[in-house]
Nanobody, 128 residues
Framework: QVQLLESGGGLVQTGGSLSLSCAGP????????VGWFRQAPGQEREFVAA????????EYADSVQGRFYIRRSTDKNTVYLQMNSLKLEDTAVYYC?????????????????????WGQGTLVTVSS
């Protein structure tokens, strides 16, 4: 089973930018649709953005549309989330997850917690 490793979280001021990475080494990660999700303290996990297996399809939550951008690397083994114009409400633990079923990845408002594989999460803190 593919394993995911997130990186790139940290502390940033409002209006700043941060880039997250989700690496899935191995030959099968390129077959998966990948999503980014986030969970703030006391809140449910929510969908942020997703990219399909071939990198040609993307989808975004309304709250990040136009500010966040998701893409896959050329070899399709890494998925990036570029976050711009960050707001205080973007503070959360960000998780990437992968699943063969696109519909399960982009489902909302309720997130499928049983997606095939989840990363360990990386904390993003936006300060004023």
């Amino acid at each position: 089973q593919v394993q995911l490793l997130e990186s790139g979280g940290g502390l940033v001021q409002t209006g700043g930018s941060l880039s997250l990475s989700c690496a899935g080494p191995g030959s099968t990660f390129s077959d998966y649709n990948v999503g980014w999700f986030r969970q703030a303290p006391g809140q449910e996990r929510e969908f942020v953005a997703a990219v399909n297996w071939n990198g040609h399809g993307t989808e975004y939550a309304d709250s990040v549309q136009g500010r966040f951008y998701i893409r896959r690397s050329t070899d399709k083994n890494t998925v990036y989330l570029q976050m711009n114009s960050l707001k205080l409400e973007d503070t959360a633990v960000y998780y990437c997850a992968a699943d063969m079923n696109w519909g399960r990845v982009v489902a909302r408002p309720k997130v499928y917690m049983n997606l095939e594989v989840w990363g360990q999460g990386t904390l993003v803190t936006v300060s004023s």
